[in-house]
């Protein structure tokens, strides 16, 4: 068993962190007043690899683990948590699209999706089905050309914004097995979007509602097999999983860092606030749980890259424990800070609040623990 990372891994990490430190961190407040991120800022994360990392390399990707993808988002969101996360919902799309599209469709639109020309958004959520994604009801009715979408998906990060929709839709019965997916581009007539979503986090990226009012794709723009729409969508949210709980353990890594050198600055009763015993615990405290935190994490991205029968159990167990940990750890941040915390100057009340939403997205925290016990009742 070996703990440490490779000196190649090592340098993904280093080359993700100065890529975030140089292009994110000093824009990242200027974005989330602005409410959306430059879309020139893509392409140079394209540039990277980083628009298909887990995409194999043969076919243009990054061809990384997706170990290796955990340590992209941690150091990215060491930068900004939303604009990480953002690109970790482009990335799961990308390899929907690179394990089922079709030739045709993948040589059409992957180029540009792996140069982040093309920003992906995933649609599952509707308004009347979130944790019960398979009860979605936006219908796909096959024509002569192709199919008419009529619906409305909900929450969608990058609504209105991105190039292209990863669409889970319904072409036959109710239930998973009439789900399929189709990928429908921007400016297709009958797409339009809901009002921009006003949130408490992740303001950065534009979320909206996306809508489909006779929305006409041609029959090449099916991804897969109609009716494996829906274990497509699931598959992607393991890695999807890593990658949320990636982003809490590096916002709240930034905060503990920054936290740590506010502690020496800061003076109370004549000294350091880091010399109260108290506080070196809390600081102490923090510090065994980021790294159990991270310990985890890469334990269930080992077990999905080398297929373990229980790689689920695991995603959904990290993603539970690390963004609930991340969200705890810069609360507690927040509180060092005293006064100053709850001010937007410092920093740590953006990573609070962009924090909160990974306990609900890529399924709740209440749907991971569904996950873990279903497994463990199926195999006691
Ligand atoms: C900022 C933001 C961005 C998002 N981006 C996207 C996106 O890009 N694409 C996309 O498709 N979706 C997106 N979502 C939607 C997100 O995935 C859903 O909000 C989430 O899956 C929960 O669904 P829901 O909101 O309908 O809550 P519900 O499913 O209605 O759940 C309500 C409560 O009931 C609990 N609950 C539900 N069922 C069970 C159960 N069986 N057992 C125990 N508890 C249960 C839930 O955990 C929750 O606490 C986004 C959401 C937000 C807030």
Same mark, same amino acid.
């Given at each position: ?239 999807? &999983? /890593? ?5 809490? +353990?590096? %916002? !709240?890594? $930034?905060? @503990? ?24 615990? &809390? /600081? ?5 749980? +980021?790294? %159990? !935190?991270? $310990?985890? @994490? ?83």
């Amino acid at each position: 068993m070996d703990f440490a990372l490779t000196e190649e891994q090592t340098a993904i990490f280093d080359m993700a962190h100065a890529f975030g430190q140089d292009n994110i961190a000093p824009f990242a407040r200027q974005w989330e007043a602005e409410g959306t991120i430059p879309k020139d800022l893509w392409p140079q994360v394209g540039e990277l690899g980083f628009g298909g990392l887990y995409v194999s390399e043969e076919a243009g990707g990054a061809g990384l683990t997706r170990l290796d993808a955990t340590l992209v988002f941690e150091a990215l969101s060491m930068a900004c948590p939303s604009v990480a996360a953002f690109l970790s919902i482009h990335n799961m799309c990308a390899k929907m699209l690179d394990n089922f599209a079709s030739d045709e469709l993948k040589a059409r639109v992957m180029p540009d999706v792996l140069s982040l020309n093309t920003v992906l958004s995933y649609c599952l959520t509707e308004p009347g089905s979130g944790s019960d994604a398979a009860a979605l009801k936006t219908r796909a009715e096959k024509t002569n050309e192709g199919y008419t979408l009529n619906g409305t998906k909900a929450f969608i990060s990058g609504g209105g914004y991105s190039d292209a929709y990863v669409c889970m839709v319904r072409t036959g019965e109710d239930g998973p097995k009439g789900i399929s997916t189709v990928y429908v581009e921007d400016g297709t007539p009958g797409l339009s979007f809901g009002a921009l979503e006003q949130k408490m986090g992740w303001k950065s990226q534009p979320t909206a509602q996306v809508q489909f009012d006779d929305c006409k794709v041609p029959a090449g723009n099916l991804v897969g097999v109609e009716g494996d729409g829906f274990k497509y969508a699931m598959m992607g949210l393991d890695g999807g &999983r /890593l990658n949320i709980a990636s982003c809490s +353990l590096g %916002a !709240a890594q $930034t905060a @503990l860092n920054m936290t740590l050198q506010y502690m020496g600055e800061r003076k109370a009763f004549g000294k350091s606030i880091d010399q109260f015993q108290a506080l070196q615990f &809390r /600081l102490a405290d923090m510090e065994i749980e +980021l790294q %159990a !935190a991270r $310990t985890f @994490l890469r334990q269930a991205a080992w077990k999905l890259d080398n297929k373990t029968p229980d790689a689920t159990k695991f995603c959904a167990m990290a993603k539970k424990f690390v963004t609930e940990t991340g969200s705890k750890v810069v609360d507690q941040c927040l509180q060092l800070h005293g006064g100053y915390g709850y001010l937007a100057d410092y920093g740590i009340e953006k990573l609070v609040r962009d924090l909160r939403v990974h306990q609900i997205l890529e399924g709740t925290n209440e749907i991971m623990r569904v996950i873990v016990a279903r497994h463990m009742l199926a195999n006691r």
